[in-house]
């Protein structure tokens, strides 16, 4: 079982950089597909990005955010820059102990582990 607690949201104005953390109580995460998720209210879940040899990005965040773990490879960070305020949202952190070849990081089903959720609220 792998129990991830997320932080670091919070309130910020348009242009402005936020950092999330996702801390997996002392689990390695390079064991892990790790991958950071968020919602809004009426949509599904989306993809923000995925790490685990190679990073993913969706498109929207691409350039803006990075995701990365840190170097004691416990914690889990989203280092989010010019932020927009489409990108309000709960952000959760996730980890998948399995990846078969071929399956998309998008896919929520191949997450197995979820953190409860940090909200991100972008003003214009």
């Known amino acids: 079982q792998v129990q991830l607690v997320e932080s670091g949201g919070g309130l910020v104005q348009a242009g402005d950089s936020l950092r999330l953390s996702c801390a997996a109580g002392?689990?390695?995460?390079?064991?892990?597909?790790m991958a950071w998720f968020r919602q809004t209210p009426g949509k599904e879940r989306e993809l923000v990005a995925a790490?685990?040899?190679?990073?993913f990005y969706a498109d929207s965040v691409k350039g803006r955010f990075t995701i990365s773990r840190d170097n004691t490879d416990t914690i889990l960070n989203l280092q989010m820059n010019s932020l927009r305020p489409e990108d309000t949202a709960v952000y959760y952190c996730a980890a998948a102990d399995v990846w078969p070849s071929g399956a998309n990081v998008s896919s929520k089903t191949l997450y197995n582990f979820w953190g409860q959720g940090t909200q991100v609220t972008v003003s214009s």
């Open positions: 002392g689990r390695a995460l390079s064991n892990y597909l």
């Open positions: 790490i685990k040899g190679n990073s």
